[in-house]
């Protein structure tokens, strides 16, 4: 971005006119979100440590700063960390990261 004499790059998350809920959550070392239903569309940004994430039968895969992790709604998922893990959880049924995201699907 070049205004205001700035120099940084911004990466659009989200634009909704949806009922959205923005969270932070922190896990301590050996910390688990437990497997689950997504209740809506759900965006995972991890801003801190290294964590493994799965979905329903899926082994895990490994996630660290600056990876974002999309679920949709409905789909069984669980994040745990052995050192510890700040994300950032964002839930709107408007979530569509492709949007403003490029994606890479992890399947094994």
């Excluded at 949709?72 to 510890?84: A, D, I, L, M, S």
Aim: proline share 4%; glycine share 8%.
């Amino acid at each position: 971005m070049a205004h205001f004499d700035s120099n940084f790059i911004m990466s659009r998350i989200l634009l909704t006119d949806e009922p959205t809920q923005i969270g932070c959550v922190y896990l301590e070392a050996g910390g688990i979100i437990g497997f689950h239903q997504a209740l809506s569309a759900q965006l995972l940004l991890v801003v801190h440590g290294p964590a493994s994430v799965r979905c329903d039968s899926e082994s895990e895969v490994c996630v660290s700063v600056g990876d974002a992790v999309f679920w949709e709604k409905g789909e069984w998922h669980e994040t745990k960390t052995e050192t510890g893990l700040m994300a950032i959880v964002i839930e709107s049924e408007a979530l569509n990261p492709t949007k403003y995201m490029p994606v890479k699907l992890i399947k094994d």
